[in-house]
């Protein structure tokens, strides 16, 4: 079991290209969620995803950005013409079920510097 | 003010400290998390617990659902337990994870 895989580990673009970041979560996860951590601060919730489903996305900027999780593949979090303020560290996380006694595992994340 | 409140924001210690990290959330919960991030690393889940105390190695963690406040603890500190750590709760039916800003550590030797 490899646990949650993220690729690209690290990512560079220039301001305007597009970014699409993959997350592969855990052999029997369906519940996928992505989040983001901005330079010097804290983790904040993006969005929450099951199979072919956005249940929550109440944390993705309204504008550029884009998630899926499709029937096959990993989860994909899009970012169109990005800015240089969309430089982070995003992190998947998944879970095999959706309450709080499941427990989530996360991946090593992907670093997205935007030059 | 925010949901979850860790502190200290920076702990710096001597190799073999006793080491407590306290985080105090707003949000009625039914679990929290402890998370340990390294320097340019991944999201290490520690522990989660509800309820009680947990112990797995030189680690430690306790909660108190009715004060709302939790403490990470480490026996016999090593410099290889420098990293950030951070408590996280679930919310709306664990939909989502709200984290505190984290406590930095660093153990000298």
């Known amino acids: 079991n490899a646990g949650v895989m993220q690729n690209p580990r690290h990512l560079v673009r220039r301001r305007g290209q597009e970014a699409r970041l993959r997350c592969s979560p855990m052999?029997?996860?369906?519940?996928v969620y992505w989040y983001r951590q901005l330079p010097e601060e804290g983790l904040k919730f993006m969005v929450y995803?099951?199979?072919?489903?956005?249940?929550?996305e109440s944390g993705m900027p309204k504008e550029r950005f884009s998630a899926e999780f499709p029937k096959e593949g990993p989860s994909i979090l899009r970012i169109q013409q990005v800015v240089r303020g969309d430089s982070a560290a995003y992190f998947c996380?998944?879970?095999?079920?959706?309450?709080?006694?499941?427990?989530?595992?996360f991946g090593s994340g992907t670093r997205l510097t935007v030059v | 003010k925010n949901e979850v409140e860790q502190s200290p924001q920076n702990l710096t210690a001597q190799e073999g400290e006793f080491i407590t990290i306290n985080c105090s959330y707003s949000?009625?919960?039914?679990?929290l998390h402890w998370l340990q991030q390294h320097p340019g690393g991944g999201i290490v889940s520690l522990f989660m617990?509800?309820?009680g105390k947990k112990k797995h190695g030189r680690l430690i963690a306790t909660i108190n659902i009715q004060e709302k406040h939790s403490s990470l603890h480490i026996t016999a500190s090593h410099p290889r337990d420098s990293a950030v750590y951070i408590c996280?709760?679930?919310?709306?039916?664990?939909?989502?994870?709200?984290f505190g800003q984290g406590t930095r550590l660093t153990i000298n030797p």
């Open positions: 996380a998944s879970s095999p079920g959706l309450g709080p006694h499941y427990g989530y595992t």
């Open positions: 052999k029997g996860h369906s519940h």
């Open positions: 995803l099951q199979k072919e489903n956005i249940i929550d």
């Open positions: 949000v009625g919960i039914s679990a």
């Open positions: 617990l509800s309820s």
């Open positions: 996280a709760v679930p919310i709306q039916g664990a939909q989502k994870l709200v």
